[in-house]
T-cell receptor, first 112, second 113 residues
Framework: DAGVTQSPTHLIKTRGQHVTLRCSPI?????VSWYQQVLGQGPQFIFQ???????GRGNFPDRFSARQFPNYSSELNVNALLLGDSALYLC???????????FGPGTRLTVT | DAKTTQPPSMDCAEGRAANLPCNHS???????VYWYRQIHSQGPQYIIH???NNETNEMASLIITEDRKSSTLILPHATLRDTAVYYC??????????????FGAGTQVVVTP
């Protein structure tokens, strides 16, 4: 069975630009969460979506936004990129809100 | 959500059992204990979770103390592929609400030949 997939794998952007990251959950999973992992630290929660509705938000600025589509895939958007946004962005899916989450391989974003 | 405390690092000999401790002294009655691991540059991998009873699956065993203030993840026969950062997380789980995973710094486990 296919696991969580994310695209692209790697991305290089310039300060001030916008980026869109994509995630496809495991088949049958209706909840998607996004995390940011800066080098040397554990993942930090950004958003959780369930049935296309935002159900949780972490302590991130409004430059970060996300959405979930009818097929349960999801996009994470980051506007006005800063150097500090350089990180591994992880997507995780789960059957519903309360189940364990399964993570994708992540998208490595470098902002120069 | 309650916070957890883990040792920053530990070594384990290949073939031996690895016992990873976690303290969660402020855990609430409706919070589960989850364990994940992250092999270098990969996404975290779910290992096991439990509420109050000991749990075992094909990857590991989870031992939770009776007062639920601490737990131990046991890898019964460590292999070199078990070298990873191991995260202990406590999380509220309700059927119709969300409970985010708060990752700490974790324990860097190095399995040596």
């Amino acid at each position: 069975d296919a696991g969580v997939t994310q695209s692209p794998t790697h991305l290089i952007k310039t300060r001030g630009q916008h980026v869109t990251l994509r995630c496809s959950p495991i088949s049958g999973h209706k909840s998607v969460s996004w995390y940011q992992q800066v080098l040397g630290q554990g993942p930090q929660f950004i958003f959780q979506y369930y049935e296309k509705e935002e159900r949780g938000r972490g302590n991130f600025p409004d430059r970060f936004s996300a959405r979930q589509f009818p097929n349960y895939s999801s996009e994470l958007n980051v506007n006005a990129l800063l150097l500090g946004d350089s990180a591994l962005y992880l997507c995780a899916s789960s059957l519903s809100l309360s189940y364990e989450q399964y993570f994708g391989p992540g998208t490595r974003l470098t902002v120069t | 959500d309650a916070k957890t405390t883990q040792p920053p690092s530990m070594d384990c000999a290949e073939g031996r059992a690895a016992n990873l401790p976690c303290n969660h002294s402020t855990i609430s009655g409706n919070e589960y204990v989850y364990w994940y691991r992250q092999i270098h540059s990969q996404g975290p991998q779910y290992i096991i979770h439990g509420l109050k009873n000991n749990e075992t699956n094909e990857m590991a065993s989870l031992i939770i103390t009776e007062d639920r203030k601490s737990s131990t993840l046991i890898l019964p026969h460590a292999t070199l592929r078990d070298t990873a950062v191991y995260y202990c997380i406590v999380r509220v789980v309700k059927t119709d609400s969300w409970g985010k995973f708060q990752f700490g710094a974790g324990t860097q486990v190095v399995v040596t030949p």
